[in-house]
């Protein structure tokens, strides 16, 4: 099991510019998360999807954000146009069973972020 | 208003004594507590699961316990060893309102073994 894949590991860009993350799940799993991690905030869910249908957008920071999970072994997160604020490292996790089935989550060695 | 707290930042301790990681939570009802350890550039990895119901969990060297009442969770590690140095986060596996559960995080405690 190669366990959830990220990428890119790192991404350094200028302000204005589009980002992409990539995350590839643990085959299996129906449930996937995107998190991010900042000294300040510590760890924060931004939106998950249960089965490829997004569940909770709620932490999402703003319109500049948006996830998609267009199959079962894909999922992105976009910012555009990006901001310094924006850096972060985030990390995608998946978990097996329904939402509320309270799993472990599997978490991907993230993206560390970087918007100049 | 909702929150997490992890009973320090940075916690020091001697190789081959027990270390204890507090978390305390206000104004949440979790029906479960993770614990998740996390080493430097690396993701989180889930450690431990404790329900409501349970007041103690154990798996190999560590140990959990989960007070509803003092909303409260303590995280054992005996005879620590360096290898054990990383961040510990504890997570509330509460009701989000939207329909299902999801976890929420508190900042983390960096526990460093010192041979």
């Known amino acids: 099991d190669a366990g959830v894949i990220q990428s890119p590991r790192h991404e350094v860009t200028e302000m204005g510019q589009e980002v992409t993350l990539r995350c590839k799940p643990i085959s299996g799993h129906n449930s996937l998360f995107w998190y991010r991690q900042t000294m300040m905030r510590g760890l924060e869910l931004l939106i998950y999807?249960?089965?490829?249908?997004?569940?909770?957008d709620s932490g999402m920071p703003e319109d500049r954000f948006s996830a998609k999970m267009p199959n079962a072994l894909f999922s992105t997160l976009k910012i555009q146009p990006s901001e310094p604020r924006d850096s972060a490292v985030y990390f995608c996790?998946?978990?097996?069973?329904?939402?509320?089935?309270?799993?472990?989550?599997?978490f991907g060695d993230g993206t560390r972020l970087s918007i100049l | 208003s909702q929150k997490i707290e992890q009973n320090s930042e940075a916690l020091n301790i001697q190789e081959g004594k027990t270390a204890t990681l507090t978390c305390n939570y206000t104004n949440y009802s979790p029906a479960y507590l993770q614990w998740y350890r996390q080493d430097p550039g690396r993701g989180p990895v889930f450690l431990l699961l404790i329900r409501e119901n349970e007041k103690e969990k154990r798996k190999e060297r560590l140990k959990v316990t989960f007070d509803t009442t003092l909303k409260q969770s303590l995280f054992h590690i005996t005879a620590s060893q360096p290898a054990d140095s990383a961040t510990y986060l504890c997570?509330?596996?509460?009701?989000?309102?939207?329909?299902?559960?999801?976890?929420?995080f508190g900042k983390g405690t960096k526990l460093s073994v010192i041979p």
């Open positions: 996790a998946s978990s097996e069973g329904p939402v509320g089935g309270h799993q472990p989550q599997h």
């Open positions: 997570a509330l596996d509460s009701y989000s309102g939207a329909g299902s559960y999801q976890l929420t």
């Open positions: 999807f249960n089965n490829n249908v997004p569940i909770d």
